[in-house]
Nanobody, 125 residues
């Protein structure tokens, strides 16, 4: 059974940093693009960052220059380093993965086949 598990969320002051991890199990994801999304209650899930199977990346404009997505295929794990956090970054963060062999970048929620349960990130002002 494929499973994605996020960790690393928490409460941080404005200007601080957090690193989120997404551990995948059930199969290897080396051939799949993966991504991070976030959601505030009552608002649609929004794209944050994506990484292709070859390591190419793309970011939402609101996080460019502050967030860095990366992956370690040997560990079947993806990361999101978040720096210069601001209160507007407060949300539940979800990791996502495409099915095997689908390795290209995408910012669309419906492009992803597997989702984690989410981890809360709260940034205080």
């Amino acid at each position: 059974q494929v499973q994605l598990v996020e960790s690393g969320g928490g409460l941080v002051q404005s200007g601080g940093s957090l690193r989120l991890s997404c551990a995948a199990s059930g199969r290897t994801f080396g051939s799949s693009a993966m991504g991070w999304f976030r959601q505030v209650s009552g608002i649609e899930r929004e794209f944050v960052a994506t990484i292709s199977r070859n390591g190419g990346t793309d970011y939402a404009g609101s996080v460019t220059g502050r967030f860095t997505i990366s992956r370690d295929n040997a560990k079947n794990t993806m990361y999101l380093q978040m720096n210069s956090l601001a209160p507007e970054d407060t949300a539940v963060y979800y990791c996502a993965a495409k099915r095997q062999g689908y390795g290209s970048l995408s910012s669309r929620v419906d492009a992803y086949d597997y989702w984690g349960q989410g981890t809360q990130v709260t940034v205080s002002s």
